[in-house]
């Protein structure tokens, strides 16, 4: 809209520039050289009046210009309306582009990511991500169809200590690590028959920090497994290492479960 009224001020000045000279030139020259001249013979205009003398043909002349300066200049608004509408159009058409081809992005990524949530790309892991049916975090290689978890009630300074231990050993695994370093503590307290997490601790060899504070995650962590008797793999972990601080013959000669990203989980 700012280009169209550019251009049209511009025609504006352009006419009336055109004008001006147009009188100058109709009322200098051409007044000399009719005076000259005279008309000897009456002529007849296509509205039937009659010139008589010098001075109504130059009124006529010049009306004539100004006539045919005002048609040039209506055209060349026209056609600058038609180039702005063109202009316009060409614009919407193309942010209109540009928006389909964004949409289509954001729903790519959308799916992509979609997609990357529901399926495990933890390197070296045996597993994929399970699906809400299965009753289990992760789908493994080797599901035991008679494994059972089991719900523990656990006093405050257990529920604190597990909480510590589990964020000490995973805290940097995730909602799905940390669940299976807790089944691991739930499953050997249930084998065992411990009566407290202390001394599960110390019988397995858990070597991680009590010293951080639990997040909410690790929280959550512990009431799925722990209150409401959930299992993230569906078989029994008891030990587990990571293959980014040591080697294991020991753990490598147990019954392995799975690997969640570079810890390896193990039966015994």
Not at 16 to 23: G, I, P, R
Not at 102 to 121: G, P, Q
Not at 142 to 159: C, F, G, K, M
Not at 187 to 215: E, L, Q
């Amino acid at each position: 809209m700012r280009k169209f009224k550019t251009f049209y001020l511009r025609v504006l000045i352009m006419t009336l520039c055109a004008f001006f000279a147009l009188s100058v030139s109709v009322l200098t020259p051409e007044v000399e050289a009719a005076s000259e001249t005279p008309i000897t013979e009456t002529k007849k205009t296509e509205a039937n009046t009659y010139i008589e003398d010098d001075d109504d043909a130059l009124a006529l002349a010049r009306a004539i210009a100004i006539d045919e300066a005002k048609l040039e200049a209506e055209s060349i608004v026209e056609e600058l309306q038609v180039e702005a509408v063109q202009e316009t159009e060409a614009q919407v058409v193309e942010a209109t582009e540009a928006e389909t081809v964004e949409e289509t992005i954001v729903e790519t990524e959308s799916s992509s990511s979609t997609s990357s949530s529901t399926e495990s790309t933890s390197e070296g892991s045996s597993y994929v991500s399970g699906s809400a049916s299965s009753g289990y975090l992760v789908d493994i290689e080797n599901p035991d169809p008679n494994y059972t978890s089991y719900a523990i009630h656990l006093s405050d300074s257990d529920r604190d200590l597990a909480e510590r231990i589990i964020m000490g050993e995973a805290g940097s695994m995730g909602y799905t690590g940390m669940a299976i370093v807790a089944q691991c503590l739930r499953d050997a307290f249930v084998m065992g028959g411990h009566s407290d997490i202390a001394t599960v601790i110390s019988k397995y060899g858990y070597y991680g920090s009590t010293s951080i504070t639990p997040s909410q995650t690790c929280k959550d962590v512990v009431n799925y497994i722990f209150d409401q008797g959930g299992a993230a793999v569906q078989h029994r972990t008891l030990v587990f290492y990571s293959t980014a601080y040591c080697s294991s013959a020991w753990h490598e000669s147990q019954d392995f479960v799975c690997q969640y990203g570079v810890v390896r989980f193990f039966d015994m």
